[in-house]
């Protein structure tokens, strides 16, 4: 029965943190579809972690230019999806793609393992 109980609470705590995560991400994400972003990190919360350093270094690149998060399905399962977040710059195409090479260098060194195979970073430019 006690052990039982530990395991509620500990899954509430799960839950709490994921919530927690969850709102401070859309702070920092413009989510493009937020119940099957949700849902996604729910299911894969190590994400979470890469997502948060994935801004940090953003905003060592491309300052305070607004991100965007897509859930990508092609058959419309959470095991087939990955996620793919847009720097959205002003900067010119060339200085920007410039500037990306070396986001991308130092973003592709913090990343986690599992995380390279489902979260992906790309610029899109005045969107």
């Not at 801004?55 to 399905?73: A, H, R």
């Not at 793919?84 to 260098?105: G, P």
């Amino acid at each position: 029965m006690k052990e039982h109980l530990l395991e509620k609470i500990k899954e509430q705590e799960q839950n709490l943190c994921t919530s927690d995560a969850l709102e401070r991400l859309r702070t920092r994400y413009k989510f493009i579809q937020p119940d099957n972003i949700s849902e996604y990190l729910k299911r894969y919360p190590f994400l979470v972690a890469d997502l948060d350093r994935t801004y940090e270094i953003k905003c060592q690149y491309f300052d305070t230019s607004p991100m965007l998060l897509f859930y990508i399905s092609d058959i419309g399962t959470l095991e087939s999806a990955t996620l793919s977040a847009y720097i959205n710059t002003e900067t010119s195409r060339e200085k920007a793609k410039d500037i990306f090479s070396q986001f991308e260098k130092e973003w592709w060194e913090n990343m986690s393992k599992d995380a390279k195979k489902r979260f992906m970073v790309d610029i899109i430019n005045n969107v």
